[in-house]
């Protein structure tokens, strides 16, 4: 497996708000339409939020998420996972209700509370089709996205009877040590699935040299007992996910991370950003994992044992 790079694809996310992109999936036909898409074009894994479907505000209940899934896995192999974070507004018991629920292969977990501003989007984006989009935006200058150790000790041992592994979403370097933490006294196993997120304002940033430290404190951290993936936050996607396939890592690609597929033009699928990754990894020589190779790679209980 040492030339094999697991894709992930986020599609859809709490970040972005509808008015942002025709192309955002909203309603559970397209989100789920969107994963299935995104695995045909090699993603081994996708990362999957729900939003209602009228307003496309992120939803977090399980009746919202049962019919992406039930679709996403009647017409693909993909590993499904599904977020714990939810939005940075919900509590830790709401978000953790989908994983909590349908026992997935993956579920993601933010290993830290943080600010989490996405007040600057509006300097870009002036319009809006829902009264609840600018104000989401605006007050993120006060915002705590909340996982306290109670909150992360909360969602390990919630989803532990499920045998459901994480994609552990480090946003700064004190995440790692707090992962360690956990791993120290046993409420989280290896391999770890360290996902290291760039770029989002209240996070580590994105220089070249953030990249390689997050890399070598893990790698100090947990040695052979991760796997190291990544995801850049808006345009700086493609770079930061081609600098860590160079470093012997996995990536991350989704409209819920960036909504570009190049300088000032909107990519128009998640399957286009998956693919445009697939390039750039298959031109360094390396090749993409299927998902049952992310499964070995990763340790998962496979698709057969979750619920849904």
């Keep these: 497996m040492a030339n094999k790079v697991i894709i992930t694809c986020a599609v859809t996310g709490a970040i972005h708000t509808p008015s942002m992109s ?39 209940s399980p009746e919202a998420f049962a019919p992406i899934l039930q679709r996403v896995k009647q017409a693909s192999n993909a590993v499904v996972n599904i977020t714990t974070g939810g939005a940075p507004t919900m509590s830790v018991q709401e978000r953790v209700r989908p994983a909590e629920t349908f026992r997935p292969e993956v579920a993601s977990l933010n290993m830290g509370s943080m600010n989490f501003g996405l007040y600057p989007m509006l300097e870009r984006f002036k319009e809006f089709n829902h009264d609840w989009e600018e104000p989401y935006l605006a007050n993120s200058t006060s915002l705590i996205f909340k996982n306290t150790f109670e909150d992360i000790e909360y969602i390990l041992t919630t989803c532990a009877e499920n045998q459901t592994r994480f994609e552990i979403e480090c946003y700064d370097i004190g995440h790692l040590y707090t992962l360690a933490h956990f791993a120290d006294r046993g409420i989280v196993k290896p391999p770890f699935f360290v996902q290291s997120v760039f770029g989002i304002l209240g996070g580590i940033g994105t220089h070249e040299e953030d990249v390689i430290h997050m890399k070598r404190t893990a790698d100090r951290l947990f040695g052979s007992d991760y796997r190291w993936s990544v995801l850049g936050a808006g345009r700086h996607q493609m770079r930061i996910a081609a600098m860590a396939a160079g470093m012997g890592g996995n990536v991350r690609v989704g409209l819920e991370d960036s909504l570009w597929g190049g300088p000032k033009q909107l990519a128009k699928s998640n399957a286009e950003q998956v693919t445009r990754v697939r390039g750039l990894i ?17 340790q998962l209980k496979g698709a057969d044992r979750v619920g849904f």
Aim: include cysteine; charge should be negative.
């Design 22 to 60: 025709p192309y955002l999936p909203v309603t559970p036909q397209e989100i789920a339409d969107a994963a299935i898409g995104a695995a045909e074009a090699g993603a081994a894994c996708v990362h999957v939020h729900a939003r209602d479907p009228e307003t496309g505000r992120p939803d977090q």
């Design 282 to 298: 298959e031109g360094m020589g390396l090749e993409i994992a299927s998902p049952d190779e992310a499964r070995e790679m990763l």
